[in-house]
């Protein structure tokens, strides 16, 4: 069955950085769209990132962009999001999400890692 | 950017009884790229509808989608204990992949 299994997050201290992985099984994970969403504690869902099967293609929240850079392995079915610069306010649960392409839903999740911004 | 606003915020019903939520777009939502999404507490989002009212597989047919441009609903037609949860309305078909603030489903 579909696996999306987070991990990488943590505490970080404002300004710093930290990288996020999510490790595909149970589908052929080099075929398929990939998102990053983001639910800060208590609140709503918000997209954060988007990349395409083949990593050609990436889009990204405003509230994010130039500050995090998605990525991926298809030979190690690996999805990435460095997180750079980061604030109080990027304090959420990361999940990662599939999708059978860029204008597709979110067909499947994973459990989610929690980052905390604090000093 | 399409805003999607949802209503109500809470939704307080019974078992048996019929949930309506609404998904309301600032602007046209191309094709019925529209999805529904459910969040039982401490769980990750599950794909409810795509494509405006298209069951995931594995879902209910106690669950139904309809709508197209700008207004979309959800419909939980006999409402069980377990559908206690957040439903997300998202749309797909533009960048940002925007999503619904939701609305909270009380049994």
């Known amino acids: 069955q579909v696996q999306l299994l987070e991990s990488g997050g943590g505490v970080v201290q404002p300004g710093g950085s930290l990288r996020l992985s999510c490790a595909a099984s149970?589908?052929?994970?080099?075929?398929?769209?990939m998102y990053w969403v983001r639910q800060p504690p208590g609140k709503g869902l918000e997209w954060v990132a988007i990349i395409s099967y083949d990593g050609n293609n990436k889009n990204y929240a405003g509230s994010v962009r130039g500050r995090f850079a998605v990525s991926r392995d298809n030979s190690q079915n690996t999805l990435y999001l460095q997180m750079n610069s980061l604030s109080a306010e990027d304090t959420a649960v990361y999940f990662c999400?599939?999708?059978?392409?860029?204008?597709?839903?979110?067909?499947?999740w994973g459990q989610g890692t929690l980052v905390t911004v604090s000093s | 950017e399409i805003v999607l606003t949802q209503s109500p915020g809470t939704l307080s019903l019974s078992p048996g009884e019929r949930a309506t939520l609404s998904c309301r777009a600032s602007q046209n939502i191309r094709s019925g790229s529209l999805a529904w999404y459910q969040q039982r507490p401490g769980q990750a989002p599950r794909l409810l509808i795509y494509g405006a009212s298209s069951r995931a597989t594995g879902i209910p047919d106690r669950f139904s989608g309809s709508g197209s441009g700008t207004d979309f609903t959800l419909t939980i037609s006999r409402l069980e204990p377990e559908d206690s949860a957040v439903y997300y309305c998202?749309?797909?078909?533009?960048?940002?992949?925007?999503f619904g603030q939701g609305t909270k489903v009380e049994i």
């Open positions: 999400a599939s999708s059978s392409s860029f204008y597709s839903s979110l067909d499947f």
């Open positions: 149970g589908f052929i994970f080099s075929d398929y769209t």
């Open positions: 998202q749309q797909y078909g533009s960048t940002p992949k925007t």
